[in-house]
């Protein structure tokens, strides 16, 4: 047993040697080589950060998962008319919630995600927002009608006080599927920098609660 060890010590020490030979063999290898491993262990550790976060993501909005909406939560149409939740969600709908305080890349990340599929939907998503005041948002619904979004999909302003689930309080964008009896559901929370898992996200909810016959890439 104490020849393996002895055996084991001295292979270990050659490798080292080789290894520190080869790093040593130029400089310009050396640095090369260093370069490499930062590289590696930035990658790493941005790995490790999205995994954190789609898991603390994921267990955030399970706080609101299957609870059923205030039927008498206010909502404005682009007119300024007051209209109850009762009175907007009469059919399911897939639910974009966002805060023009929220990330600016986010919502823009998701926005994109509705003007490339929006010729596979036709009023079954709704955009619920919240803009400091009026003209803000007309200007960006008119942006959004530029970019072809806006006939296929509704558009309500809601007040600071939001929908008064428990996501309200984490100040991100998410999605959501809501039947007639304003039981939601599907709570997704996107990652700008995963925009494909979005995707997926709006085609399997077209598919799945509207049986569109999309393709599912």
Do not use: W
Request: charged content about 25%; hydrophobic content about 40%; glycine content about 2%.
């Amino acid at each position: 047993m104490k020849n393996i060890k002895i055996l084991v010590i001295l292979i270990l020490i050659v490798f080292n040697g080789l290894l520190i030979y080869k790093l040593n063999l130029s400089n310009g290898a050396f640095v090369k080589t260093k370069e490499l491993l930062k590289n590696q262990i930035i990658k790493n550790t941005d790995l490790i950060h999205t995994m954190k976060l789609d898991e603390n993501n994921f267990l955030i909005s399970k706080e609101s998962e299957d609870l059923v909406l205030d039927k008498d939560v206010k909502l404005i149409t682009l007119k300024g008319d007051t209209i109850l939740a009762k009175e907007v969600f009469k059919q399911d709908n897939i639910v974009l919630r966002y805060s023009i305080l929220n990330c600016k890349e986010c919502i823009d990340a998701e926005l994109n995600i509705l003007i490339n599929n929006n010729s596979s939907f036709s009023n079954e998503v709704c955009l619920i927002a919240y803009h400091i005041n009026r003209r803000d948002m007309s200007v960006f619904y008119e942006e959004l009608k530029k970019k072809g979004l806006t006939t296929n999909v509704k558009f309500f302003l809601t007040s600071n006080k939001g929908l008064k689930i428990p996501l309200e309080n984490y100040e991100i964008p998410y999605y959501f599927h809501i039947d007639s009896n304003l039981k939601m559901n599907n709570f997704y929370i996107p990652n700008k920098d995963k925009p494909k898992l979005s995707e997926y996200y709006l085609k399997f909810g077209l598919k799945n609660h509207f049986h569109k016959n999309i393709k599912l890439d």
